[in-house]
């Protein structure tokens, strides 16, 4: 049976051979001209019948001149070829546009774009990037040209040229770009990652001002702080970054825990943590599914919090004894904790622990550009157990 494909091509060449036969019917009398396109029209359809599309392609090509009346038949057919995943025939039929003489500066700049569209599809980024670097200074198509150029630049993560693009974007729409803070939070990741601690200031200077991408900032200047060894700013960084998302206490309770204990002020740590709680004690729950994914059982307000969690849980409750906990014997109420957070935290793990609040996307690992709906900053930490999974 002939494909989908086939039929709206054989479809295509209805409409062309028909234009051409109208068309030669009022400006010229002659009958060669409904002869000869017949014939060719019957053929290309035998063609696609016989599944040769390529060959009713070249076909169709020559019998479709590129004029005013067959130039969006062409796009039509790309973008056929295009949108059922044929990128070879897309090619094809866009570089034959552009090899053509006749076409006017907007007609050319339209089949650059749909060729760079084409090489996107098929992944050939490199090419794409060319295509539409040549065009991004056109009347017509300059802002899309530029907005798929980011596009690149963001799955490349050559993050200075999206900078780049994304201020030529700002000048050409009048509209800021809230994301571009975090092209240079990648860049100051980076930078921080090679020891290249300067260059991390430097770019993190470019996020304050930007409402997104400064959470992330302000976490990427408490760990900066952190290895230069000056605890005390990143504990209060990690602490900021708590009070703009309680969400995020499970990422950073660690590394804030840490930098008291570096400090020697452990006491101070756990005061931390029972001021917050006194200021909002559904805060518990937060710090608890902190504390048990990173194991922080030996600080005593964390593990009031763990116990507290476990005791306001109809399945936990059940499941898990918690006067065990309270054990008078030496270390077997610890023992009883630890194995209890370490069972939850294997449970914690075999599950998504994050989420696109946008697209539902779920991962392991936090990301702060989801991967399928490529939006910035809508990927979230779960925050719970799917406890579901451990009672079926």
């Known amino acids: ?21 109208a068309f030669g019917q009022f400006v010229d ?13 019957l053929r ?15 076909l169709f090509i020559q019998m479709a001149k590129v004029d005013e009346d067959t130039l969006e038949t062409h796009f039509a057919l790309g973008h056929l070829f295009r949108r059922r995943g044929e990128f070879e025939r897309a090619i094809r039929v866009h570089e034959n546009l552009l090899a053509r003489e006749n076409l006017n500066d907007m007609q050319r700049d339209q089949a650059t774009y749909a060729l760079a569209e084409d090489f996107l599809g098929a992944g050939l980024f490199d090419r794409a990037e060319e295509l ?14 530029l907005e798929k150029l980011v596009y690149i630049y963001e799955r490349e993560a050559e993050w200075e040229k999206a900078i780049e693009v994304h201020r030529r974007l700002e000048m050409q729409t ?22 290249d601690m300067q260059s991390a200031r430097e770019y993190l200077q470019h996020t304050v001002r930007s409402p997104s991408g400064a959470l992330r900032g302000v976490l990427i200047r408490a760990r900066l702080a952190q290895e230069e060894g000056r605890q005390r700013e990143a504990a209060a960084l990690y602490m ?44 518990g729950n937060d710090f608890a599914y902190a504390a048990i994914l990173h194991q922080l059982t030996h600080s005593p307000v964390l ?20 006067a065990a906990i309270h054990s008078d014997a ?17 449970l914690a793990l075999s599950n998504a622990r994050y989420r696109c609040g946008n697209c539902g996307y779920g991962t392991q690992k936090f990301i702060w550009q989801c991967p399928s709906c490529k939006l910035w900053e809508t990927i979230r930490p779960l925050q719970r157990f799917q406890l579901e999974t451990a009672v079926n």
């Open 1 to 21: 049976m002939p494909t989908e494909s086939a039929f709206i091509l054989a479809g295509l060449l209805v409409l062309v051979a028909v234009g051409a036969w």
């Open 29 to 41: 009398r002659d009958a060669a001209l409904p002869t000869r396109i017949s014939a060719d029209y």
């Open 44 to 58: 290309g359809l035998n063609l696609v019948l016989s599944r040769k599309t390529d060959e009713a392609l070249e």
């Open 132 to 145: 539409l670097q040549q065009i991004r200074e056109s009347e017509t198509h300059s802002q899309i040209a």
């Open 174 to 195: 009048g509209q800021k770009t809230p994301h571009v803070a975090h092209y240079y939070c990648e860049l100051a990741q980076a930078a921080l990652v090679a020891g």
């Open 240 to 283: 900021q970054a708590i009070e703009t998302d309680r969400a995020f206490i499970s990422e950073v309770i660690a590394d804030l825990k840490a930098c008291f204990d570096e400090d020697a002020r452990v006491d101070e740590f756990e005061r931390y943590v029972r001021d917050r709680l006194a200021a909002d004690a559904s805060l």
């Open 303 to 322: 593990a009031g919090c763990i116990e507290r969690f476990i005791a306001g849980s109809d399945v936990l409750s059940r499941l898990i004894d918690v």
């Open 330 to 346: 030496p270390g077997e109420g610890i023992a009883t904790l630890d194995r209890v957070t370490s069972g939850l935290r294997m």
